[in-house]
């Protein structure tokens, strides 16, 4: 943004009869009205759905999983900010979804605010909406903290949200209302807020984001841990996808199964996810191997085969390295190799052993 840094919207504290919030869907995020007969507390358990649909459910095997559940249901039930923070790819966004699921505001719109797909300079007229004509990324010039209504609105980075429209919406939610350019009458929040921002150093000091403004937070582990959760996970998204795709789920061999468990999952949920589909397109079957499973891309491109055995060589070794705890000779002898040949792979696919050592 420039010189309008400081932004253009006037704070106000609401009269007894604020102009109402439109209710138009804001522009390259979205809107879901979400059915009353979901937003009932969750049963106990390990797996709870947050929806109608299989997607929606929330798989929680492990111990680090169950606390963030227990944080996500806690809140629901309030109207305070929540700030949902772990690494990219761990379901920051769907957990967001499942509290609104959970809460009483279940039969009001939930808008989806995408910061990190919004220009910079597009943040304030996104958020709050516009009446001069300026430009947005839609039609709409409501602004996704009206279109929220009296729903939900979830902030997705807001860590990525520019300083100044931050401070704005602090202001908004300490003060109950806003004005925007030349409109003299003002715009009362009466949407929840819930936001997303990446890796826990957001949650030891909310007040970096939100000012004064009371935060509760739910905390998400990456996928390496909480290794408990891998195959469970893995087994909802083969129903998952094997329904998208008309196929009847199988399973997934011994060899997927440790590959599964021993993989590092950068890309944790997310990539997983997309991994398994990628399976199950490639194998056009309900039975997942490994050789499907480090044959499967982010994307729709097959790899070529010298690129496929070259990945494969280095997440053979790197599992193989794992579990014997950087013990070369240990490794040669599971992989069925003399020790010197074994060696030679691991200079071809460049995995440090000390790496893996305890």
């Known amino acids: 943004m420039t010189e309008q840094r400081t932004t253009p919207y006037s704070l106000t504290t609401p009269s007894t009869t604020p102009t109402a919030a439109p209710s138009a869907s804001a522009g ?14 969750p049963d106990p358990g390990s797996d709870r759905n947050s929806g109608r649909r299989q997607s929606d459910r929330i798989v929680a095997a492990s111990e680090a999983s169950q606390r963030s559940l227990d944080q996500a249901t806690a809140h629901a039930r309030g109207d305070a900010v929540v700030l949902i923070a772990g690494p990219s790819g761990s379901g920051r966004k769907h957990f967001g979804r499942a509290i609104h ?66 401070t704005a ?23 929840r807020i819930l936001a997303t921002a990446n890796g826990e150093a957001e949650l030891q000091s909310p007040d970096k984001l939100l000012g004064d403004v009371p935060v509760q937070t739910v905390t998400l582990q990456g996928l390496a841990d909480r290794r408990e959760d891998v195959l469970p996970l893995a087994a909802h998204f083969l129903a998952e996808v094997s329904e998208q795709e008309n196929i009847r789920p199988i399973g997934f061999t011994q060899d997927a199964r440790n590959w599964l468990v021993e993989e590092t999952w950068t890309g944790n949920v997310r990539e997983l996810r997309e991994r398994i589909r990628q399976s199950v397109r490639i194998g056009n079957a309900g039975v997942i191997s490994a050789e499907s499973l ?25 599992g193989l390295l794992r579990r014997c705890s950087g013990n070369i000779s240990r490794a040669a002898r599971l992989a069925k190799k003399d020790r010197k040949d074994f060696y030679d792979v691991i200079r071809r696919t460049g995995v440090d052993p000390g790496e893996f050592r305890t």
């Open 28 to 41: 390259g995020g979205s809107v879901q009205t979400s059915s009353p007969g979901i937003g009932s507390s």
């Open 101 to 166: 699921a959970w809460s009483r505001r279940v039969g009001q719109p939930l808008v989806v605010f995408p910061v990190a797909s919004t220009p910079e300079g597009l943040h304030a007229q996104e958020l709050f909406g516009t009446t001069d004509g300026s430009q947005t990324l839609s039609e709409n010039t409501a602004g996704y903290l009206a279109a929220a209504g009296s729903g939900t609105l979830l902030i997705d980075g807001l860590d990525k949200l520019s300083p100044p429209v931050r």
């Open 169 to 191: 919406l602090v202001q908004a939610l300490q003060s109950g209302s806003f004005r925007r350019p030349g409109q003299t009458d003002a715009v009362r929040v009466e949407a």
């Open 294 to 318: 480090m044959l499967s891309t982010d994307g729709d491109e097959v790899p070529s085969f010298k690129d496929a055995k070259r990945a494969f060589e280095t997440r053979y070794v790197e």
